[in-house]
């Protein structure tokens, strides 16, 4: 704002009169305020996962799962030091879970997604039933769901935690609750949930058979069935050109994100493939799940290896390069931008 001396001094006068009633001049702020486009404070970041895992095993050495609470290492936004986020509207961590260990049941208004990094055989339960999980499933505690964790094998357990704690926290919306117990009684032996609502069928509604919520019945995305259902696809598709193969995890109750706030998809990129450029002011954290490439976000080359996460911040073009075939597990906030009518993209 270009202004002459004098009403410079004067503005200014005012502004510090203006102060102690608390009020402040929009037009000093309006062009950060009302931007033509997102700016957002994250980093484009990688986290190694194998210096991760290290750090997380020493920690386990320390502090019980039972003492922690959640023992999990927040990844933490280089940009955003003090957030406890990976970007302005989402959090991740990595959970470890020790042979014998119970992470005790507790619920919150959160909503939380977990991808098994490593392991087989721990469980996730949900409302009293468990979710066996292995590497690469995807398992979700929605806001407001008793949950859960425990480890009966002889190895460690390791899964991303993906919450929209930074939303809920926008908004003050936190709430939690602890149970009494460590674990919850089991109401339906493991994979009961899958079974009912995983078919494209449900119970119908009303009789005694449908025992989930009506907004959330599914909650065990697994590895062994979305892996293949993604090379079919690939064997028979055409490919995307900004997106190669993917498929979105849906919540069966209404074709539409896995949660409200939080959506999930997978990705396959055959060899050589490298998709056309695109940008959505939609975050995403990206977890390596096979193969290897090349994430250019902006001007910052990221090399992609298995299990290793790295972030992509709102309105950052991405260009990705298979050198192998690729397979990415992303999640993001655009759950709450389509709901908000704040999602679009620009794609090359």
Same mark, same amino acid.
């Given at each position: 704002?270009?202004?002459?001396?004098?009403?410079?001094?004067?503005?200014?006068?005012?502004?510090?009169?203006?102060?102690?009633?608390?009020?402040?001049?929009?037009?000093?702020?309006?062009?950060?305020?009302?931007?033509?486009?997102?700016?957002?404070?994250?980093?484009?970041?990688?986290?190694?996962?194998?210096?991760?895992?290290?750090?997380?095993?020493?920690?386990?050495?320390?502090?019980?799962?039972?003492?922690?609470?959640?023992?999990?290492?927040?990844?933490?936004?280089?940009?955003?030091?003090?957030?406890?986020?990976?970007?302005?509207?989402?959090?991740?961590?990595?959970?470890?879970?020790?042979?014998?260990? #119970?992470? /005790?049941?507790?619920? %919150? *208004?959160?909503?939380? &997604?977990?991808?098994?990094?490593? $392991?087989?055989?721990?469980? !996730?339960?949900?409302?009293?039933?468990?979710?066996?999980?292995?590497?690469?499933?995807?398992?979700?505690?929605?806001?407001?769901?008793?949950?859960?964790?425990?480890?009966?094998?002889?190895?460690?357990?390791?899964?991303?935690?993906?919450?929209?704690?930074?939303?809920?926290?926008?908004?003050?919306?936190?709430?939690?609750?602890?149970?009494?117990?460590?674990?919850?009684?089991?109401?339906?032996?493991?994979?009961?949930?899958?079974?009912?609502?995983?078919?494209?069928?449900?119970?119908?509604?009303?009789?005694?058979?449908?025992?989930?919520?009506?907004?959330?019945?599914?909650?065990?995305?697994?590895?062994?069935?979305?892996?293949?259902?993604?090379?079919?696809?690939?064997?028979?598709?055409? #490919?995307? /050109?900004?997106?190669? %193969? *993917?498929?979105?995890? &849906?919540?069966?109750?209404?074709? $539409?994100?896995?949660?409200? !706030?939080?959506?999930?998809?997978?990705?396959?990129?055959?060899?050589?493939?490298?998709?056309?450029?695109?940008?959505?002011?939609?975050?995403?954290?990206?977890?390596?799940?096979?193969?290897?490439?090349?994430?250019?976000?902006?001007?910052?080359?990221?090399?992609?290896?298995?299990?290793?996460?790295?972030?992509?911040?709102?309105?950052?073009?991405?260009?990705?390069?298979?050198?192998?075939?690729?397979?990415?597990?992303?999640?993001?906030?655009?759950?709450?931008?389509?709901?908000?009518?704040?999602?679009?993209?620009?794609?090359?």
């Amino acid at each position: 704002m270009t202004l002459a001396n004098d009403q410079r001094t004067q503005l200014e006068a005012l502004y510090a009169e203006m102060a102690p009633a608390h009020l402040t001049p929009l037009w000093e702020s309006l062009a950060q305020l009302v931007r033509p486009e997102p700016k957002s404070p994250a980093h484009v970041h990688r986290w190694s996962y194998d210096a991760a895992r290290d750090y997380l095993m020493r920690a386990g050495d320390l502090i019980s799962a039972e003492q922690a609470e959640r023992r999990v290492l927040i990844l933490e936004n280089p940009g955003m030091p003090g957030s406890s986020a990976i970007v302005p509207s989402l959090y991740a961590g990595l959970q470890l879970i020790l042979p014998g260990e #119970i992470a /005790p049941a507790h619920r %919150h *208004a959160q909503c939380a &997604l977990r991808f098994v990094m490593e $392991g087989e055989g721990a469980f !996730t339960a949900v409302d009293g039933e468990k979710a066996v999980m292995r590497s690469f499933d995807l398992v979700l505690t929605p806001g407001w769901q008793w949950h859960d964790h425990g480890n009966p094998t002889d190895t460690p357990m390791i899964w991303l935690d993906g919450l929209d704690i930074p939303t809920v926290r926008h908004f003050d919306a936190s709430f939690a609750e602890h149970l009494d117990v460590k674990a919850q009684a089991e109401s339906a032996p493991p994979g009961d949930t899958l079974a009912r609502y995983g078919r494209n069928m449900r119970p119908i509604r009303g009789s005694t058979a449908d025992r989930r919520p009506h907004n959330q019945p599914l909650f065990h995305y697994p590895y062994f069935e979305w892996r293949p259902a993604l090379e079919a696809m690939a064997r028979s598709a055409p #490919i995307d /050109p900004h997106l190669g %193969h *993917a498929l979105e995890f &849906l919540n069966p109750a209404d074709g $539409g994100p896995v949660m409200p !706030t939080i959506a999930a998809h997978v990705r396959l990129l055959p060899a050589g493939f490298e998709p056309r450029p695109g940008a959505s002011p939609a975050a995403t954290g990206f977890v390596g799940v096979g193969g290897g490439g090349t994430a250019l976000i902006e001007d910052q080359a990221v090399t992609l290896h298995p299990r290793d996460v790295f972030v992509v911040p709102s309105w950052h073009r991405l260009t990705l390069r298979a050198d192998e075939q690729l397979i990415l597990f992303g999640y993001s906030d655009k759950a709450a931008q389509d709901k908000l009518n704040l999602f679009k993209e620009e794609l090359a």
